[in-house]
Every structure is written in C-alpha cells, then in structure tokens.
C-alpha cells in the first residue's frame, strides 16, 4: 500500500513559468515532509521540507506547501529555470529514522 | 554535501555469486541507510543502522543483509545475487528525526 503518492509521472512546464509538484499521503501521523530532486545518475538531493505545525516553507525560489485536512503536500518552483529538469521526490515521516517516499516526478522546463 | 562515498559505482554480476556494496561517511552521523530505486516504485528502504551493530529491517530486506562495525562503514550484501535484484543503490545519512537524510552517489548492480 503506497502511503506517499504522486500521481503524476511527469510534467513539463515552460521556462519562466510556475512548475507545481504535488504529493498526497496516507497515513495521518506523518509529522515531517522533504522534497528531493534527483539529476541522472546522481543520488538525490535535499531541496526544502516542513513540519506538520506549518502551512508553508520558502526557499528561494522553492516554497512547499502542506494542506493536513487534504493531505496533500505541494513544491512551487518560480520562476522554472532548465536546471530545474530533474526527477522529485517527496518523502515523509512520522517521528522515527525512516523515510517514506513517492514514486517520483519528472519535471522537464521547456527553453 | 555530506561525505558520502559508494563502491563500487557499478557492478555486473551473475545469478547466484554474493555481492558485498559498501558505504563510507565522513560526518559521525548516527543513522545510515540503504534504498534501491526502481522504475515505478521511487525509494525503498532496505535496511538502517542507527549504531555500530545496531541495525534494522526496511520494506525490501529479503535477499539482502547488512554489517555495520566501524561508525563510518555500512555494508550490504546480497548473499546470492538474482536478477531481480539488479538496480541502482543508494546510501543514506542523517544524524537525528525529523531531519534530511544526505544520499550517496549510488551503485548500479546488474545481475545477469
């Protein structure tokens, strides 16, 4: 049973504009929320997480926004740069060592 | 960027030989972890460590064992590689809850 999903495979957004990655959860006791970003063949980076007592993280040109009563997690990018094609990940966890992660998003900005 | 380092960076192997994946840190940090990473399923946990000797089960261990006898060492063994088994393996780090883990480079393992 997959408790951190993304729902979509891909997304491809112009240069310039706003990139949105979304992510919904499962499992209510999820306190604490990471987005990631992977290039090929590298392992994935930290890119900017939230606790479950905010609403909003920003980072930058990176702000993640959590909605608990949806459970939905969300990353805006703006403006998206063509660095930004990569694959994301969102992740989660509930107080202890492990991580729970979605299946990935693979962004492409269009020059 | 942490210092994380994986060996070896890639491996072809066949059915039935062990193969031995090892991570090295450079940061003291306490847990250590290993993922693999295939095509539709994103992450998945094989097995942590949060201690020298101390080390637990994640969703995919079945096939694989771990050691970890030095803070900066976490190695992981297929005791008797299957083709399922090819992927790419990640490393991770952190150092408390409720805080980023910091991956390596990763392993891609083929097992013909």
């Given amino acids: ?36 970003k992977k290039y090929p063949a590298e392992g994935p980076t930290f890119l900017i997480s939230i606790s479950s007592i905010k609403d909003k993280n920003e980072d930058g040109r990176f702000t993640v926004f959590l909605n608990k009563s949806a459970k939905h997690l969300s990353l805006h990018i703006v403006p998206s740069q063509p660095g930004d094609s990569a694959v994301y990940f969102c992740a989660a966890n509930f107080g202890n060592e492990k991580l729970t992660f979605g299946t990935g998003t693979r962004l492409t900005i269009i020059p | 960027d942490a210092g994380i380092t994986q060996s070896p960076r890639h491996k ?23 993922y693999r990473q295939d095509p539709g399923h994103g992450l998945r946990l094989i097995h942590y460590s949060y201690g ?14 771990v050691s970890r006898s030095k803070t900066e060492d976490f190695l992981l063994t297929l005791e008797s590689a299957t083709s399922s ?23 891609r393992l083929t097992v013909t």
């Fill in chain 2, 12 to 34: 072809v192997t066949e059915t039935g030989t062990p193969v031995t994946l090892r991570c090295h840190q450079t940061e003291n940090h306490r847990y250590m972890y290993w």
């Fill in chain 2, 52 to 65: 020298v000797k101390d080390t637990d089960k994640g969703e995919v261990s079945d096939g694989y064992s």
């Fill in chain 2, 85 to 107: 088994q090819t992927s790419v393996y990640f490393c991770a780090i952190s150092d408390g809850l409720d805080i980023p883990q910091y991956f390596g480079p990763g392993t």
């Fill in chain 1, 1 to 36: 049973d997959q408790q951190v999903k993304q729902n979509s495979p891909s997304l491809s957004v112009q240069e310039g504009r706003i990139s949105i990655l979304n992510c919904d959860y499962t499992n209510s006791m999820f306190d604490y929320f990471l987005w990631y």
